[in-house]
């Protein structure tokens, strides 16, 4: 008998090499490469996820199913990162760091499934009566609900297929292992292989399917990249372990739009949502304090409003400290170079610290005028009223420009109380948006100087 080929395979980076190496050629990482059999292109793994036969179709002929409608998940918040409900068929990847919640959220969407649908719990990680424990613990309906201990991909797709669930949850993908290859579970191979038979499982039998994913210490997903490009939907669960907020980010969606943020809040009864977004991202000062600014920002189709603080101290270092906690360190630097170069405002030898209120990661551009204005209140020791808002994009040129959705943002400001606003002159409403003042600036030195002239 012909002996099977072998393969070394990066567990960093993916990259396959015909001999052994004590360093990637292609990530330079160390002692990184995992034997491997390499399989013939004429196994059933490599069959597309069509049924029948392949044939070339013209999109007017092809009829769309009932089943392609959305399926509440009993959570809006989840829903809203998912693009609307729950897409049968669809394989979602769930990624966050231990013990953030993410069997918990699985959990409850599962028993409020099983009223209506057939679902399947599978996990790898914790035995049968630790996860009827922590049902009984959440006060979660049992009744309908499936459950799986096993790690085996070939004996799980054997059963499920079987018990034809409409919706199962692999908890988590880097504990499955298939007989496909020697390698232990969680290397790059079984997490790809696994994951390819379970996509595949999921397409052919129009089952939604979620794969819970381990993340790596700098907070990517663990296994090959190749991984998020299988599934349908990337989803993070993000938080600080000593806060009772979660969020969920979804940063590819082929059912709805990225950037989604669901926001969560964990109690005692398992992950509830919050009504009010914006409310956990607010300090209510009894007096406005200098440093502090909310701005308007837009994540997926949902306008919130964080608090940014900045905090300016006299620096006794020959490189003074340029430290962000929720935004960009780098766009920070740029921004101060903006402010001194077209405002004549100095901080070369200030210590600047800035920070997001609520463990918010702001990424969108709309923050600039906001972070700068924050650094100039406490610059001067001015402080901003609670009642005002400011968003808005700052050029190189010194220049405002506008940010998208502007209407929508302060209408989320009017909603709560906010009578005054500086904004990019692009974004000024045709008509006034309840009582509200907002001054709209062209030019960062016109919105400087409101901001002297007025606090």
Request: net charge neutral.
């Amino acid at each position: 008998m012909r002996p099977p080929k072998l393969s070394y395979t990066c567990q960093h980076c993916g990259a396959q090499f015909p001999k052994w190496s004590g360093q990637c050629l292609a990530c330079e990482a160390w002692n990184c490469l995992v034997e491997e059999i390499k399989q013939t292109v004429s196994h059933p793994r490599y069959q597309g996820y069509a049924v029948g036969e392949p044939a070339i179709t013209q999109m007017a002929e092809i009829e769309l199913q009932e089943h392609e409608a959305r399926i509440p998940t009993g959570l809006n918040e989840l829903d809203r990162v998912l693009g609307g409900g729950l897409v049968l068929g669809s394989v979602v990847l769930i990624g966050g760091d231990p013990g953030i919640g993410k069997s918990t959220l699985l959990l409850q969407t599962l028993c409020h499934l099983s009223q209506h649908l057939k679902v399947l719990y599978i996990t790898g990680e914790e035995s049968l009566q630790q996860v009827t424990l922590r049902a009984r613990r959440l006060g979660l309906p049992e009744k309908n609900l499936l459950l799986l201990a096993d790690t085996h991909v070939e004996r799980i797709l054997k059963l499920a297929q079987k018990e034809q669930p409409r919706v199962l949850v692999i908890d988590s993908i880097q504990t499955m292992h298939t007989d496909l290859l020697q390698s232990a579970p969680g290397a790059v191979g079984q997490v790809r292989e696994s994951a390819a038979q379970l996509v595949k499982f999921a397409k052919q039998t129009h089952s939604a399917l979620f794969l819970v994913g381990h993340v790596t210490k700098e907070g990517t997903l663990a296994g090959p990249r190749v991984l998020e490009h299988m599934v349908d939907a990337v989803l993070y669960f993000e938080g600080e372990q000593d806060s009772r907020y979660r969020l969920i980010r979804g940063v590819k969606n082929r059912f709805g739009a990225v950037n989604e943020l669901g926001i969560f809040a964990m109690t005692e009864k398992g992950i509830r949502e919050v009504s009010n977004p914006s409310a956990i991202f607010l300090s209510r000062y009894e007096k406005p304090v200098s440093g502090s600014v909310i701005m308007a920002t837009k994540e997926g189709t949902r306008p919130l409003l964080i608090e940014v603080q900045a905090l300016v101290d006299q620096s006794h270092m020959a490189n003074p400290r340029r430290v962000c906690v929720g935004l960009d360190p780098h766009r920070l630097s740029m921004l101060l170079a903006v402010l001194h170069r077209h405002s004549g405002i100095a901080t070369f030898d200030q210590d600047v610290f800035v920070n997001a209120v609520g463990g918010a990661r702001i990424t969108e551009t709309g923050s600039d005028l906001a972070l700068l204005l924050a650094v100039l209140s406490s610059l001067r020791n001015r402080p901003v009223p609670h009642d005002m808002i400011i968003f808005g994009e700052v050029g190189l040129a010194g220049e405002i420009r506008p940010v998208q959705n502007g209407q929508e943002r302060l209408r989320e400001a009017a909603k709560h109380g906010f009578k005054h606003a500086i904004i990019p002159h692009g974004n000024a409403p045709k008509t006034n948006i309840s009582d509200m003042k907002i001054f709209s600036a062209q030019t960062l030195q016109e919105a400087v100087d409101y901001f002297k002239q007025t606090f």
